[in-house]
């Protein structure tokens, strides 16, 4: 069986290339180093599959824990912020009561907004001031804006 091990890494190291090159995280990768590894191990003379299977096993836990924090890291940090974002920071007003509750709506500029407060004990009335805080799928998330 250790004479045809290097056939199985090999399909398994191609098997995980397409599967990552497929999507868009980094999922897959690491048990490519781990089959890369473990077939060059194959190579080696009277090594047994178990062997190669236990350094297939050691590589990719090793990439996956030490390596893919630092690629996430930085894949993060190119991000780019839509358009959507822009909106956090400004403010607008109630249009539609707002509790933890009942989604209340908000007016930026020209546009209605579903918003949520982001204290969730806080209930912000309508025509009060608001800023954004976050924004959460199609929903804003506010705070009241204390006036002085």
Do not use: C
Not at 21 to 35: E, R
Not at 85 to 104: A, M, N, P, Q
């Amino acid at each position: 069986m250790e004479q045809y091990m290097w056939i199985i890494w090999l399909a398994l190291f191609v098997l995980m290339l397409v599967i990552e090159a497929s999507g868009p995280a980094l999922v897959s990768v690491w048990f490519s180093f781990g089959a890369l590894i473990a077939l060059i191990v194959s190579f080696i003379p009277g090594v047994s599959w178990w062997i190669e299977l236990i350094v297939f096993t050691v590589v990719s836990a090793a990439t996956l824990f030490v390596l893919r924090p630092i690629f996430k890291k930085y894949i993060k940090r190119n991000a780019f912020k839509t358009n959507v974002d822009s909106y956090v920071g400004k403010r607008g007003y109630v249009i539609e009561d707002i509790t933890f509750l009942k989604h209340g709506a908000v007016k930026i500029g020209d546009v209605s907004w579903t918003a949520i407060p982001a204290d969730e004990k806080e209930i912000i009335k309508e025509n009060e001031i608001i800023e954004v805080v976050a924004v959460n799928g199609n929903k804003l998330i506010v705070k009241k804006v204390e006036e002085k």
